[in-house]
């Protein structure tokens, strides 16, 4: 009787854990196949039908919507300037976080503590006053400009997050390499990087799509055509009285494919990288 109560037990908890998580799944995913549907539909039919089904033959959306929003060159601008930051972001926290991590510092509590408050703030409170600043030294619609903003703003929850993993490595490897004749920055780039690449390739991502998702300082910075970025054309298929509802969904499908792609293929080492903090023997 006891093994047939818990095996109904176990039963129902287990048709339960799968009913939700087929909930979930069903929740996280209506959203992205409703956009992808009305990415095949024309406008009218989006407007007098928000739900239906897609006509996979109507291409005609990803012609015009990718000629008009000039996505081309917004992928490039996009690329570059994620390029240039995840290399900003990982070499800039790579050498703080190992800093904080593993060197004596007297004032270590008091610059972990700014950066805690740094990343707390929201990025709007202060985007009058770098924007005034951009704008004097002549930075404003420059990738550059975009590029200082959005390397400082990513700077310290990934400095955190690389410090928080780098406190697991011990600290023995290290001594051990100066032993050898390393220096403190050889000691870095010969053992603290290879053991840390999942953080290094999980904060990569995190910059990633950051700055490709990111609105609303790019649109701020970055006013000229040529130099918007992919989150920032789709004012392109609004205007004052209508907007044209088929071709916004497909510059969201055109948006999101490359961070699909990206997380799909790094998933692994994505959650690798978050969830893993020592040496593993």
């Not at 339960?16 to 409703?34: D, G, H, M, S, Y």
């Not at 897609?54 to 990718?66: E, K, R, S």
Request: charged share 15%.
């Amino acid at each position: 009787m006891k093994k047939t109560k818990s095996m109904k037990r176990f039963r129902i908890g287990s048709l339960f854990k799968w009913a939700l998580l087929i909930f979930l799944a069903v929740f996280e995913l209506f959203p992205l196949l409703l956009v992808i549907s009305n990415a095949f539909r024309t406008d009218s039919e989006v407007k007098q039908m928000p739900i239906g089904l897609p006509n996979l033959t109507y291409y005609q959306n990803f012609v015009d919507t990718w000629t008009i929003g000039e996505y081309g060159r917004a992928y490039i601008n996009t690329f570059f300037i994620a390029a240039v930051v995840i290399v900003l972001i990982l070499v800039i926290d790579g050498l703080a976080a190992y800093a904080l991590a593993k060197l004596h510092l007297k004032l270590k509590n008091v610059i972990n503590g700014y950066f805690f408050v740094a990343m707390s703030l929201p990025g709007f409170l202060y985007i009058i006053p770098v924007y005034s600043a951009m704008r004097k030294m002549g930075l404003v619609d420059t990738y550059w400009g975009i590029i200082i903003v959005y390397t400082a703003g990513q700077i310290p929850f990934n400095l955190i997050l690389l410090r928080t993993f780098l406190t697991g490595i011990p600290r023995e490897l290290e001594e051990a390499a100066k032993i050898d004749g390393c220096t403190e920055l050889q000691s870095f780039i010969q053992i603290t990087v290879p053991i840390a690449k999942s953080i290094f390739m999980t904060i990569a991502i995190l910059v990633f799509s950051h700055v490709w998702n990111e609105y609303l300082w790019a649109n701020t910075f970055l006013p000229t055509d040529e130099l918007k970025t992919v989150a920032t054309r789709y004012v392109r298929f609004t205007g004052q009285y209508t907007s044209n509802m088929a071709r916004i969904y497909t510059a969201s499908v055109i948006a999101i494919v490359p961070i699909c792609a990206l997380y799909l293929a790094f998933s692994r080492k994505f959650i690798e990288g978050l969830t893993s903090g020592s040496v593993k023997g």
